[in-house]
């Protein structure tokens, strides 16, 4: 049985029956391992590297997991119903790389400056997630990154996530009631029958977006919004207007 201290390195073994509770494992290296149904409750997984781990009905509550890393990892359960469930957790400055985390559920957890790049995350859910952090009495700065990801059927209800990064992800169906992505980049993503109701798009960039279906006058800002010329017709179009060529 591999021993699980900080920095330890561990290969290709099943640790579905460790004791991760209160473990430190800070700046360990875990590769192709499995653990299944296991309860993360308060380990410290600070700088950890992850990468072709399997995950399975994982839950992680008050767990640190300040700058580590998941590459190429699975979260999902065999049948790809159930996900990984993050609650009371720091996850500020992590990465998530190729990874598997549909359905996860990310309940009151600190995601300041998380990143997640080609990750699917269908179903996926953010219940008070907070990607924000306070510098100073009056400076309070968002950060986070969502690029090239599946976020289909995901419900990112009320999240705030002014100024951050969503390039080129599916946001087909996606639950964006009252989000606040105001300033975010969200060129390249497909927002089709995407429910905005009451989002702040003001300053947001969506060029090369699919807005096919995005109703203007149900989001609460628009200030500033850049799109290109060649999506104005749809636009106009959802608004009720008809749109004739030149």
Known sequence: MAQLEPNCIVEDENLSDCNFAEADLAGATLTACTLRDVQFTGTCLQDARLTGCRLI???????????????????????????????????????????DLSFAKFDRSALFGVEFDACNMR??????????????RTLVKTAATLRGCNLEFADLNGIRMPDCDLSGSNLRETVLFDAELEGADLRGCDLVLALTAGAKFARADLRDADLAGLNLRELATLEGMVVSADQQPHLL?????????G
């Open 237 to 245: 179009a959802a608004m009720g207007l008809e749109v004739y060529p």
């Open 57 to 99: 009905r994982c839950r992680f509550a008050n767990v640190d997991m300040r700058d580590a890393r998941f590459e190429n990892c699975s979260f999902i359960d065999d049948v790809g119903h159930v996900g990984a469930q993050f609650a009371f957790s720091r996850l500020d400055q992590a990465q998530f790389a190729r990874s």
């Open 123 to 136: 179903g996926a859910a953010f219940h008070k997630a907070d990607f924000s952090r306070v510098f100073g």
